[in-house]
């Protein structure tokens, strides 16, 4: 009625944050004079289909609406920029154009996931998976990491190998480099804040967008600054999304209270102690096990079909769960203890590799991939 009538849609508030009942009007034709704070000023920048006025101001309203009323030509070239302005702008189509045209670039300077990968056809017909940590599982014991490593090899058709390490992914690829440890299929790093796929370690960035909710380093190193027993590590074994210190378990708060006090500041985080001293501090989102069950999710493996081997505080929650678990002869006994009694953990006699390899057997792990 507004437009058939050659009227005016007139929007007097002191204040508007964005302006829906304008661009409402100038989709029906209506010219529009609108208040000069918030989001009128943009719209009318865009459409150039009114003018702008003081709320406070009375007779500048007035002038306005004179001059757009007794001019008819001015009021029909307001309605159709209008028109126009909100097609270009404001419609559905429009909102898509800008929106690919942002996210264009960025996508492209991303390294991605690319499926025509061999890698990636091979994780998509896995049926099963051994992930097991870095240090406290393959490290030692030459011999037993050659025969699990020959193991691997020799049942890779359908089977998947991960490792999970709270080393960066540079430390990591420098210490299997030295110990002839092939790369395996997924690679957890940074107690599972950052997650690698195949020979080229193409990085998960959902992943790590993932991490990023409520994580607030300069906030709780602050917070930790002045806690006794609590020493940061060189800035080399730092991350982006892991803070690490040296603990003094004699002078330092137990985790428990170390945890209560950064939740009475409002931070929600992951506190990991391993081997009595070195403790951890990663998002809410990010663990071990977290990262596991992700990968587990997104390839389409069950957790019972999945073995995991650990030996230390910062592999628990990788074996609870649904997942066949193996700890390591050579196991942090402390670190360990509360988990003694779950089911579906195997506690290993040999230790390193060898404790794997107990655990495979264990589990006739190998026999149930033949039949998978």
């Known amino acids: 009625m507004c437009a058939a009538s050659g009227g005016v849609f007139i929007n007097p508030a002191l204040t508007e944050p964005f302006g829906l009942t304008l661009l409402e009007a100038a989709a029906t034709g209506c010219p529009l004079l609108a208040t000069e704070n918030g989001g009128p000023v943009d719209i009318l920048e865009n459409c150039k289909n009114g003018l702008l006025f003081d709320p406070l101001d009375e007779k500048q309203l007035a002038r306005h609406l004179v001059r757009i009323l007794s001019d008819r030509s001015f009021w029909k070239a307001l309605q159709r920029n209008g028109l126009e302005g ?178 009475q500041h409002d931070q929600t985080v992951n506190l990991s102690l391993s081997f009595g001293q070195y403790l951890d501090i990663v998002p809410v989102r990010a663990s071990k096990g977290l990262a596991l069950r992700y990968i587990a999710h997104r390839l389409e493996i069950p957790l019972e079909n999945i073995l995991v081997a650990g030996g230390s505080g910062a592999d628990e929650d990788m074996m609870r769960g649904n997942t066949l678990a193996v700890v390591v002869g050579n196991r942090h006994h402390e670190e360990l203890s509360d988990i003694d009694d779950l089911e579906g953990v195997y506690f290993a006699k040999g230790s390193y590799a060898h404790g794997i390899i107990e655990g495979i057997e264990h589990y006739d792990f190998l026999a149930q991939e033949e039949d998978a």
């Open 86 to 263: 909100v097609r270009k702008h404001y419609s559905w189509q429009a909102h898509v154009k800008k929106y690919l045209q942002r996210i264009t670039p960025l996508v492209k300077a991303r390294p991605m996931l690319d499926r025509r990968e061999p890698y990636q056809r091979k994780m998509r017909s896995a049926t099963k998976a051994v992930f097991s940590d870095l240090d406290q599982n393959l490290i030692g014991s030459s011999a037993g990491r050659k025969e699990l490593i020959q193991l691997l090899k020799n049942n890779r058709k359908n089977m998947l190998f991960g490792i999970a390490t709270g080393r960066s992914r540079d430390s990591a690829l420098a210490i299997m480099f030295q110990k002839k440890i092939p790369r395996p299929d997924v690679l957890i790093t940074g107690l599972g804040t950052s997650i690698y796929y195949g020979r080229n370690l193409l990085s998960d960035l959902t992943w790590r967008h993932h991490l990023d909710y409520l994580w607030t380093p300069a906030t709780l190193k602050r917070l930790l600054a002045d806690i006794s027993g609590l020493r940061l590590q060189p800035r080399e074994l730092q991350g982006e999304f892991k803070i690490s210190y040296f603990y003094d378990e004699e002078k330092a708060p137990s985790i428990e209270e170390l945890n209560v006090y950064l939740r």
